[in-house]
């Protein structure tokens, strides 16, 4: 049906998912635009449900459902949510993202354009405490800041946008589920800090034909607790970038050869081990050029993940680009 389902995933949520849904209970602008929202309770051991369920009660401006699904795993709430929604429109809501006031009008506006399958946008920090120094240089890392220029810009060619704040239309998803697609990456799982399923959720979506757009008038506010912004935290998710850029080059090098621009130098990246020399020479190259060691360390840490998946992944990397070309674009 035409609408907007959003979806929260939510681990352990307690502090954060309030505010959250507050947001959303305030919106103007969208009368007769049907619209839900799902929280999946992705097998937390406080009291996220309860506490979604009561702030809900104050003001239910639109159903509320809160699903369990016991499977952990980012990926598994995401699916769980999709599966669930009864809108075409699915607008991914992390836990702790504070969304404009206008947020459903404007998504419901943006999709009247039928090309378009997925948007991003920018998140505005919010803060329980001042953050660290370093933290300015690496806040792409945790989902804010701007990405790109212009109100809202078609960037199909790079494709990448965060997650949080993602949406993308239920078709894309009902398409791949009926041809069995299985991702090659599965997000963050608990608190363990793997990365790239919004990335991929991007590039599956153009493979499909769809354009992919982002927007810096679509907007919400980041709440960021200070446990989450700590040098270790920044550590381990530099490792799960580095080890999803594996399959988002194979996703790239397809987008590039699906659209004419095959060369030697696409036909050597499908080879992993190309890949891996490549990354290599890159790091004795560059890494005594980086003089600021916090930036040193970083780089060390993604190519480091980078070069251990895919020695680890070399059979299903290979196997990628075939799997890739199975799958039908949907068809206007």
Known sequence: M????????????????????????????????AWEVIVVDNASTDHTA?????????????????????????????????????????????DDNRVADNWIA????????????LIGCAGEGAFETPPPAWFKKNEHAFAIGKLYEGQ??????????????????????????TQGWKPFLEGRVGNKQTAGADSEMCLITRR??????YSNELHFR?????????????????????AADVFILVYQIHWLESTGRTSMMTRLRKLWWFNL????????????????????????????????????????????FAYLEDIKPIKP
């Not at 949520?13 to 947001?23: E, F, I, K, N, Y």
């Not at 009561?54 to 239910?60: A, F, G, T, Y």
């Not at 078609?154 to 398409?175: M, Q």
């Open 2 to 33: 035409k609408g907007i389902s959003v979806i929260i995933a939510c681990y352990n949520s307690s502090r954060v998912l309030a505010d959250t849904l507050r947001h959303l209970q305030v919106q103007k602008g969208c009368e007769g635009i």
């Open 50 to 94: 309860e506490i979604a369920e009561k702030v809900w009660e104050e003001n239910p401006i639109v159903p509320l459902r809160v699903i369990l699904e016991t499977k952990q795993g980012e990926a598994h709430a995401r699916r769980a949510g999709i599966l669930a929604a009864k809108y075409d429109i699915l607008s991914v809501v992390d």
């Open 106 to 117: 404007t998504l419901h506006k943006y999709y009247q354009n039928p090309e378009i399958g």
């Open 152 to 177: 809202f810009t078609d960037i199909t060619e790079h494709a990448l946008v965060p997650g949080a704040g993602l949406s993308v239309r239920k078709k894309v998803y009902d398409h791949l589920y």
């Open 208 to 213: 499909l034909g769809y354009k992919i757009y």
């Open 222 to 242: 980041h709440f960021t607790t200070a446990d989450r912004i700590t040098w270790e935290r920044l550590r381990n998710m530099t490792y799960g970038f580095g």
């Open 277 to 320: 020399l490549g990354k290599k020479i890159n790091y004795f190259t560059k890494k005594n050029k980086i003089k600021d060691p916090q930036e040193r360390e970083l780089f060390e840490i993604r190519n480091k993940a980078f070069c251990e998946t895919i020695v680890k992944e070399r059979i299903k990397f290979q196997e990628a």
